[in-house]
Nanobody
Framework: VQVVESGGGLVQPGGSLRLSCAGS????????GRWYRQAPGKERELVAG????????YYADSVKGRFSISRDNAKNTVYLQMNSLKPEDTAVYYC???????????WGQGTQVTVSS
């Protein structure tokens, strides 16, 4: 099981980015896809999640209305569309493929998102 994130970068406040999480060695449609982030000096926090089998989504309060998680089962990929970005969204964003039965996490290497003018 392997997941690889891409799409991070530097963006100005109010801008947008789309992160991608490509899975291999498993089928995302039978896992939960989650995005976490970790800012310097802070704990890793859950940002959004999607049950790829039924499409049910979850968002942290801090990103509701600004971020959108989606999946393309044909491409075995989960996306995180981030709009109206704020400096406090600056963090390393990690994708995880999570087994439904045991909640075991398979982590990607992370992608840096920096929101700054």
């Amino acid at each position: 099981v392997q997941v690889v994130e891409s799409g991070g970068g530097l963006v100005q406040p109010g801008g947008s980015l789309r992160l991608s999480c490509a899975g291999s060695g498993f089928t995302f449609s039978t896992y939960v896809g989650r995005w976490y982030r970790q800012a310097p000096g802070k704990e890793r926090e859950l940002v959004a999640g999607i049950n790829s089998a039924n499409g049910i989504t979850y968002y942290a309060d801090s990103v509701k209305g600004r971020f959108s998680i989606s999946r393309d089962n044909a491409k075995n990929t989960v996306y995180l569309q981030m709009n109206s970005l704020k400096p406090e969204d600056t963090a390393v964003y990690y994708c995880a493929a999570v087994t439904i039965a045991t909640l075991r996490h398979y982590w990607g290497q992370g992608t840096q998102v920096t929101v700054s003018s």
